[in-house]
């Protein structure tokens, strides 16, 4: 009996020892896969980093561009107002100015039809 559990001790050992030397290669290998899996999930990232950079100076230039436009549609509405202004203000010098012509009209109107009235007879 002491001899079955010598050798089953032994055994054991054995079976131990030669699991000893497995369990640390596993461990290495499960270690070298998570590291395998960070280095791509790494790369991964650095890769989404470069599109979002991308991304970010696209927007940039858009949003230089829609604020060149924006000044510009400013300045031209500025323009716009300036003739608007010119406008008008020569609308109201030209009614003026129709005003007393029609005045000069009248006046010519009303002698013309005195002139008719009074008109001397005909020499015939």
Avoid: W, Y
């Amino acid at each position: 009996m002491r001899t079955f559990a010598l050798l089953s001790f032994l055994c054991f050992c054995a079976a131990g020892a030669a699991a000893q030397p497995a369990k640390p290669e596993r461990e290495l290998a499960d270690i070298e896969q998570q590291l395998k899996e960070r280095r791509h999930e790494e790369a991964r990232l650095r890769d989404e980093a470069k599109e979002r950079e991308k991304e970010v100076a696209a927007l940039r230039r858009r949003m230089i561009e829609t604020a060149d436009a924006l000044q510009q549609a400013e300045l031209r509405i500025v323009e716009i107002n300036r003739e608007t202004d010119r406008l008008e203000k020569q609308e109201g010098d030209i009614e003026v100015s129709l005003a007393a012509q029609q005045e000069s009209l009248g006046d010519v109107l009303a002698a013309l039809q005195s002139i008719e009235r009074a008109r001397p007879p005909a020499l015939l």
